[in-house]
C-alpha cells in the first residue's frame, strides 16, 4: 500500500482474491488475540441513517497477529471502478458509494509495505504493524470528532509531503540522469575530436615522410646527373687529348720529310715534288658529334603577325608574379625553405591531384596562392579540384580568377586560357546553365579550333539546349 496516494481504481487493479486459510486467519480462530475473551469478530450492523450522508460499514471482521492486521471488507454489490481507498499510518478509509469505511488505527502501520487485494465482492487488507504487538481494538475508542477531524487532516497532509517529496525524488534522480547522459555524450564527443586529431596527425606525420622521402629522391637524382655529367666530361677531355696527339704526330711527320728532302736536278725536284704533294694530303677526320644549344624563342610568331606589345606585357606581368610573394603568414615559421616556394607548392598539389587526394590538393594550392597570387596556374589548378569535388561556384571563381591574370591573351597562354573555359564552362553546365557553358566552350574553340574533344562536348550542349527550348 502506497503512502500519500489515493487507492483508485487504477490502483486496486482487478486480481483474484484467495481468502486466508483455516490455519490461522478464519474468523472465530481462539489463537488470535481478537477472538479471545468473547469478542466478537463481526460487528453488528448501523443503525438506519439519512440518505443524503454516505453509509458508514461496520459489518466488516478483522484478525491479527503480532506482525500484522488482517482486515475484510465486504463492498456489498458496489462496482470495483467506483471504490477509492486511502491510508496513512494511522488512518484507513475506503469509498465505494454510498458506502464509507474508516478506521483511525489503533497503532502505526507500515503503509508503505501494506497491501490490499480484492475478490469475491470483498477487499481484503494486509496491514504490516511498525511495533510487533497485539493490539486491543482495529479503532481507537474515545475518539471525539474534531480529534478525527484533526487526525483526517493530518494524514491528508501527511499524504501531500510524502507526494512532495516522491515528485522532487522524482525529479531529482531525472536531473542525475540528465546530467549522467550529458556527461557520456560529452566522453562520447571528447573521444570522437581525440579520434580526428589522432587521424590528423598520423595524416601530418605520413605526408611529412612522403615530403621527406620526394626530397631524398630528388637529391639522389641531383647527384646521379652530376656524376653522369662529370662522365660525359670527362670522355670529351680524353678524346680531345686523343685528338691533339694525333695531329701533333702528323704534324711532325710531314715535317721531318720535308727536311729530309734536298735539290737534286730539276727532275729529281718534280718527282719529289709530286711525291711530298702525295704524302702531304690529310687523313680523312674521323666522324665525330657536336651539340648545340641555339637560344630558346618564347614567342614562335613570325614579325608581321605578332602582337610585339601584348608579348611584352605578358612577359612582364610574368616576371612581377614571380617577385610578388607575401612571406608574412604564421604557418611558415615551421616550415622550410623550399616548402615556401609556390612553384614547390603547385607541383606538389599536381601530385596530389594526380593520386585523387583533391582536398590536400587543394590545400596545397590555397598555401601557395597565399605566397604568391598572380600566378594564374594556380587558380586553374584548384578548379580543376573543385569540379572534381562538385564545388561548381568555386570552380567558376577560380576559373574566372584565372583568365584575369592570363590577359592579354597571346600564344604562350593560349592552352592555359582554352583549359580555363572549358573548366568554366564544364562547371556552368553541371550547374544546368547550358547558355552559358556553350559561351566557354565556344571561347574555347577559336582559341584552338582543332580540339576534336572540345568540339564534340560543344555539339552536345547544343543538343541540350535545342531540346530544352523544344520541350518549353
Known amino acids: 500500500m502506497e503512502s500519500a496516494r489515493w487507492w483508485r481504481r487504477s490502483t486496486l487493479g482487478t486480481q483474484g482474491f484467495r481468502r486466508p486459510g483455516p490455519e490461522g486467519l478464519a474468523l472465530g480462530n481462539a489463537s488470535f488475540p481478537s477472538n ?9 450492523r448501523s443503525a438506519p441513517v439519512d440518505p443524503g450522508m454516505p453509509l458508514q460499514v461496520s459489518d466488516y471482521s478483522w484478525q491479527q497477529t503480532k506482525t500484522a492486521v488482517f482486515l475484510s471488507l465486504p463492498l456489498k454489490g458496489v462496482c470495483v ?12 478509509k475506503v469509498n465505494f458509494p454510498p458506502f464509507l469505511f474508516e478506521a483511525f488505527l489503533y497503532a502505526p502501520i507500515d503503509d508503505e509495505s501494506s497491501k490490499a487485494k480484492i475478490g469475491n465482492d470483498t477487499i481484503v487488507f494486509t496491514l504490516y504493524k511498525k511495533e510487533a504487538a497485539m493490539w486491543e481494538t482495529l479503532s481507537v475508542t474515545g475518539v471525539d470528532k474534531e480529534m478525527m477531524q484533526r487526525i483526517r487532516e493530518k494524514s ?6 510524502r507526494a512532495k517529496e516522491a515528485t522532487e525524488a522524482k525529479a531529482a534522480a531525472k536531473r542525475e540522469d540528465q546530467k549522467y547522459a550529458l556527461s557520456v555524450m560529452m566522453k562520447i564527443e571528447e573521444e570522437e575530436r581525440k579520434k580526428i586529431e589522432d587521424m590528423k596527425e598520423n595524416e601530418r606525420i605520413k605526408a611529412t615522410k612522403e615530403l621527406e622521402a620526394w626530397k631524398e629522391c630528388q637529391r639522389k637524382a641531383e647527384e646521379q646527373k652530376k656524376i653522369q655529367k662529370e662522365e660525359k666530361l670527362c670522355q670529351k677531355e680524353k678524346q680531345i687529348k686523343e685528338e691533339r696527339k694525333k695531329l701533333k704526330y702528323k704534324t711532325s711527320t710531314r715535317n721531318s720529310a720535308s727536311r729530309n728532302l734536298a735539290p737534286k736536278g730539276r727532275n729529281s725536284e718534280n718527282i719529289f715534288t709530286e711525291k711530298l704533294k702525295e704524302d702531304s694530303i690529310p687523313a680523312p677526320r674521323s666522324v665525330g658529334s657536336i651539340k648545340i644549344n641555339f637560344t630558346p624563342r618564347v614567342f614562335p610568331t613570325a614579325l608581321r603577325e605578332s602582337q610585339v606589345a601584348e608579348e611584352e606585357e605578358w612577359l612582364h606581368k610574368q616576371a612581377e608574379a614571380r617577385r610578388a610573394m607575401n612571406t608574412d603568414i604564421p604557418e611558415l615559421c615551421d616550415l622550410k625553405e623550399e616548402e615556401k616556394n609556390p612553384e614547390w607548392l603547385k607541383d606538389k598539389g599536381n601530385k596530389l591531384f594526380a593520386t585523387e587526394n583533391y582536398l590536400a590538393a587543394i590545400n596545397a594550392y590555397n598555401l601557395a596562392i597565399r605566397l604568391n597570387n598572380k600566378m594564374p596556374l594556380l587558380y586553374l589548378n584548384r578548379a580543376a579540384c573543385h569540379l572534381k569535388l562538385k564545388n561548381l561556384h568555386k570552380a567558376i571563381e577560380d576559373s574566372s580568377k584565372a583568365l584575369e591574370l592570363l590577359m592579354p591573351p597571346v600564344t604562350d597562354n593560349a592552352n592555359a586560357r582554352m583549359k580555363a573555359h572549358v573548366r568554366r564552362g564544364t562547371a ?14 565556344e571561347a574555347a574553340l577559336k582559341i584552338d579550333p582543332s580540339n576534336k574533344i572540345v568540339q564534340i562536348d560543344a555539339e552536345k550542349i547544343r543538343n541540350v539546349i535545342q531540346g530544352t527550348e523544344l520541350k518549353s
Open 36 to 44: 479471545q475473551a468473547g469478542e466478537s469478530s463481526s460487528q453488528p
Open 156 to 161: 491528508i497532509l501527511q499524504a501531500q509531503e
Open 81 to 92: 471502478r467506483d471504490t477509492d481507498v486511502f491510508c496513512t499510518e494511522n488512518y484507513l
Open 428 to 441: 556552368f553546365c553541371q550547374l544546368e546553365l547550358y547558355v552559358e557553358g556553350l559561351q566557354d566552350y
